[in-house]
């Protein structure tokens, strides 16, 4: 395991740096030092923010200011090397897999065929070959619960569109380089859209707003038109 380090991030901000490897260890480390520092209940601990290889922790410096704390970034890094104790061998192997039901090609994916004929492939094919891995959400971005996944099956890696769509629907899934991803709504964009989900990533009056969260795996279930319309309703 690479060392891990601890560095302020701003005033109000503490980044927790586990390597430069993105891989599945790296992010069952992030997940493992996020729940010993929610177990701990700091009142001044504000949001975490998970990504490839740190975890960002956003902490009231003003409190602790009021509270005595001269140094806020160093008290912070204090309290939380006091909260975190990694031990690999004790990782919690959730295999639980979220479905996320996609239909592919059509309306809802309107780049499937473009994708396959760039691989000379079938469209059938590119929908075997990105339904069947188990990805791995890395963190959320770019828009509210955009998942970022890991283990898109290299054989389908796909540049982006040359010129980006005005719009996107909410839920469609498309491919750009090695990456694969959800839209959760309505956006610009430049992905190669294959397909689109029924479901709701983002609903910002439920808590939590987003349906999947860092550290969860995900695979794709392909279903038919009418399928998608019926779990639309």
């Not at 177990?39 to 922790?57: G, K, R």
């Not at 005595?68 to 204090?78: D, H, Q, R, T, W």
Request: charge should be negative; proline fraction near 9%; include cysteine.
């Amino acid at each position: 395991m690479q060392p891990i380090e601890w560095q302020p991030f701003g005033e109000m901000a503490i980044r927790i740096q586990f390597g430069t490897i993105v891989c599945e260890t790296t992010q069952q480390l992030i997940t493992q030092a996020m729940a010993q520092i929610e177990a701990q209940h700091i009142p001044y601990i504000q949001e975490m923010i998970p990504a490839y290889t740190s975890l960002t922790v956003i902490y009231d410096a003003v409190h602790l200011l009021t509270n005595g704390e001269m140094n806020p970034a160093k008290a912070m890094i204090a309290q939380l090397k006091a909260c975190v104790s990694i031990d690999e061998g004790a990782f919690i192997r959730d295999e639980k897999i979220i479905d996320i039901p996609v239909c592919y090609g059509g309306a809802y994916g309107p780049d499937l065929d473009e994708v396959a004929a760039y691989h000379d492939l079938t469209p059938e094919e590119i929908i075997t070959r990105h339904s069947t891995p188990h990805y791995l959400i890395y963190m959320l971005g770019f828009a509210p619960g955009f998942p970022y996944l890991g283990g898109l099956d290299d054989t389908i890696a796909t540049p982006r569109k040359k010129s980006p769509r005005l719009k996107i629907e909410a839920g469609s899934v498309g491919i750009a380089g090695s990456q694969t991803g959800i839209y959760p709504i309505e956006t610009p964009g430049g992905w190669q859209i294959i397909g689109r989900t029924p479901l709701q990533l983002f609903q910002p009056e439920k808590t939590p707003p987003t349906l999947l969260e860092a550290g969860a795996k995900i695979r794709f279930v392909p279903i038919s038109a009418a399928e998608f319309e019926e779990l639309s309703i």
